[in-house]
Nanobody, 115 residues
Framework: QVQLVESGGGLVQPGGSLKLSCAASGSVRSLYRMGWYRQAPGKQRELVASTTNTGVINYADSVKGRFTISRDDAKNTVYLQMNSLKPEDTAVYYC?????????WGQGTQVTVSV
């Protein structure tokens, strides 16, 4: 089993920045991919960014150049640095982790971009 705990969400003005953190515990050595998804009201959950244990990184087109995913394997933590935030980035952000058999989700953290 793997547990994921997110932190770092909040309210920010357009153009501002936030950094999300996701700390993994449990059977973390089995994980090969971690990432961030988001879900806005009335919309489907979508991939924001992901990183694998071989260094492959993917971003949604809507966040390229503004968001950066990184990981600290010593701390079993993945981060999402979000810059130049827009109102359309408002959503609940979920941490996601995968091994060969299962997909794990965090509880979600709210990010609101508004004046």
């Amino acid at each position: 089993q793997v547990q994921l705990v997110e932190s770092g969400g909040g309210l920010v003005q357009p153009g501002g920045s936030l950094k999300l953190s996701c700390a993994a515990s449990g059977s973390v050595r089995s994980l090969y991919r971690m990432g961030w998804y988001r879900q806005a009201p009335g919309k489907q959950r979508e991939l924001v960014a992901s990183t694998t244990n071989t260094g492959v990184i993917n971003y949604a087109d809507s966040v390229k150049g503004r968001f950066t995913i990184s990981r600290d394997d010593a701390k079993n933590t993945v981060y999402l640095q979000m810059n130049s935030l827009k109102p359309e980035d408002t959503a609940v952000y979920y941490c996601n982790a995968r091994n060969v058999n299962l997909i794990y989700w965090g509880q979600g953290t709210q990010v609101t971009v508004s004046v």
